[in-house]
C-alpha cells in the first residue's frame, strides 16, 4: 500500500513536471525605407579632421547606443537611484509628444497627398529595397523609442512622395523631416544627460555629497517623484521602505536649539594712530 502512494506522488509529481512551460521567446525586426532613418538608427562617429577652414563633425548617438543607455537607466532606476526615475518620466513624456507631433505631422501629409484630383491615382510609397533590422532591447522604454523612429520613417516617406509630385516644396519636406526628426534626437540627448552613480534615496534623505553632485550635473529631482507620486509607467516597483523613510524625514519638524546664555561681546582692538594719521576726508568717502 505503501508503494502505491508513492507511485501515486511520484505520478503526480511527474505531470506537474510535464505541464511546466519554458521560457518566453520573442524576435521583433523592423523595416526602413528611408536614408533619413537609417540615419537616426546608425548615428554618426565624431570625425576631427574635418575639411579645410572647417570644423570636424561631432559625435550623433544611434539608436543601439540609445538602447543601451535606456538599460542602465532602468537598471538605476530598478537599484532606487531618483535622478533615473526622473529621467524615466522625462523618456515617456517626450516620448507622448513626440507621438503627437509624428501622428499630426502625418495627418497632414495624408490630407495633401488625397488633396489631388479623382483622375489620379497615388499608390502607397516604398523602397525598393528596405533596410531589415532586428531589435532587441532589456526595457520597454527601448521600444517605445523604435516606435518612434519607425513613425518617422513613415512620415519621411510621405514627405518625400509628397515632394516628388510637386504638392509640397523642399523646403516643406525640409520642415517636416526636421520637425519630426528633432523628437528623436532631443529623446537621445536626455538618455545621454543621465549619469550614473550609485546613488539611492537614502542619500537623500542623508544629503551626501553625491546627491549634491548629481544635483549640479543634472538637476534637481522634483519631490512628486522622489515620493513616487510622479513615475514612469515603465520604471521598476519602488522601494517603499526608502520611499516611507524620505516621507518621514520632510515631516518631522525642526528642532531649534535655545541658547542658554547671552553670546559674549567681542571686542577689536584699534591702534589710534590709524585715526590720527587719516584725514577725515578719507573716511567720509
Same mark, same amino acid.
Given at each position: 500500500? !505503501?508503494?502505491?502512494?508513492?507511485?501515486? !506522488?511520484?505520478?503526480?509529481?511527474?505531470?506537474?513536471?510535464?505541464?511546466?512551460?519554458?521560457?518566453?521567446?520573442?524576435?521583433?525586426?523592423?523595416?526602413?525605407?528611408?536614408?533619413?532613418?537609417?540615419?537616426?538608427?546608425?548615428?554618426?562617429?565624431?570625425?576631427?579632421?574635418?575639411? $579645410?577652414?572647417? $570644423?570636424?563633425?561631432?559625435?550623433?548617438?544611434?539608436?543601439?547606443?540609445?538602447?543601451?543607455?535606456?538599460?542602465?537607466?532602468?537598471?538605476?532606476?530598478?537599484? *532606487?537611484?531618483?535622478?533615473?526615475?526622473?529621467?524615466?518620466?522625462?523618456?515617456?513624456?517626450?516620448?507622448?509628444?513626440?507621438?503627437?507631433?509624428?501622428?499630426?505631422?502625418?495627418?497632414?501629409? *495624408?490630407?495633401?497627398?488625397?488633396?489631388?484630383?479623382?483622375?489620379?491615382? #497615388?499608390?502607397?510609397?516604398?523602397? &525598393?529595397?528596405?533596410?531589415?533590422?532586428?531589435?532587441?532591447?532589456?526595457?520597454?522604454?527601448?521600444?517605445?523609442?523604435?516606435? #518612434?523612429?519607425?513613425?518617422?520613417?513613415?512620415?519621411?516617406?510621405?514627405?518625400?512622395?509628397?515632394?516628388?509630385?510637386?504638392?509640397?516644396?523642399?523646403?516643406?519636406?525640409?520642415?517636416?523631416?526636421?520637425?519630426?526628426?528633432?523628437?528623436?534626437?532631443?529623446?537621445?540627448?536626455?538618455?545621454?544627460?543621465?549619469?550614473?552613480?550609485?546613488?539611492?534615496?537614502?542619500?537623500?534623505?542623508?544629503?551626501?555629497?553625491? &546627491?549634491?553632485?548629481?544635483? !549640479?550635473?543634472?538637476?534637481?529631482?522634483?519631490?512628486? &517623484?522622489?515620493?513616487? $507620486?510622479?513615475?514612469?509607467?515603465?520604471?521598476?516597483?519602488?522601494? !517603499?521602505?526608502?520611499?516611507?523613510?524620505?516621507?518621514?524625514?520632510?515631516?518631522?519638524?525642526?528642532?531649534? &536649539?535655545?541658547?542658554?546664555? *547671552?553670546?559674549p561681546e567681542v571686542s577689536i582692538p584699534v591702534d589710534p594712530s590709524v585715526w590720527a594719521e587719516t584725514p577725515l576726508d578719507d573716511l567720509t568717502r
Amino acid at each position: 500500500m !505503501k508503494e502505491n502512494t508513492e507511485n501515486i !506522488k511520484s505520478d503526480d509529481a511527474g505531470k506537474k513536471n510535464e505541464l511546466r512551460s519554458g521560457a518566453l521567446r520573442s524576435s521583433l525586426t523592423i523595416e526602413l525605407h528611408t536614408r533619413y532613418a537609417i540615419q537616426l538608427w546608425t548615428g554618426r562617429e565624431a570625425d576631427a579632421r574635418g575639411g $579645410k577652414g572647417q $570644423k570636424g563633425k561631432w559625435r550623433i548617438i544611434g539608436m543601439p547606443f540609445f538602447l543601451h543607455l535606456a538599460n542602465r537607466i532602468n537598471e538605476a532606476s530598478f537599484e *532606487d537611484d531618483p535622478f533615473a526615475d526622473a529621467v524615466m518620466l522625462k523618456l515617456e513624456e517626450t516620448f507622448s509628444e513626440g507621438n503627437r507631433i509624428i501622428e499630426h505631422l502625418v495627418r497632414e501629409l *495624408d490630407v495633401i497627398l488625397r488633396n489631388v484630383p479623382a483622375q489620379i491615382s #497615388l499608390s502607397s510609397v516604398g523602397s &525598393v529595397s528596405p533596410v531589415n533590422i532586428g531589435v532587441f532591447s532589456r526595457t520597454p522604454v527601448g521600444y517605445r523609442c523604435v516606435w #518612434l523612429l519607425v513613425g518617422f520613417d513613415q512620415l519621411a516617406l510621405k514627405a518625400f512622395q509628397a515632394a516628388h509630385y510637386g504638392l509640397i516644396s523642399h523646403r516643406q519636406r525640409d520642415e517636416y523631416l526636421n520637425r519630426a526628426g528633432s523628437s528623436i534626437r532631443k529623446i537621445f540627448g536626455i538618455a545621454l544627460h543621465y549619469q550614473r552613480l550609485g546613488i539611492t534615496r537614502q542619500d537623500v534623505v542623508q544629503n551626501t555629497a553625491l &546627491v549634491i553632485e548629481a544635483t !549640479k550635473l543634472m538637476g534637481e529631482v522634483s519631490f512628486d &517623484v522622489l515620493s513616487g $507620486k510622479r513615475r514612469s509607467s515603465f520604471s521598476p516597483p519602488i522601494n !517603499k521602505e526608502r520611499v516611507a523613510l524620505l516621507l518621514s524625514a520632510k515631516s518631522a519638524p525642526t528642532q531649534n &536649539v535655545p541658547l542658554t546664555e *547671552d553670546p559674549p561681546e567681542v571686542s577689536i582692538p584699534v591702534d589710534p594712530s590709524v585715526w590720527a594719521e587719516t584725514p577725515l576726508d578719507d573716511l567720509t568717502r
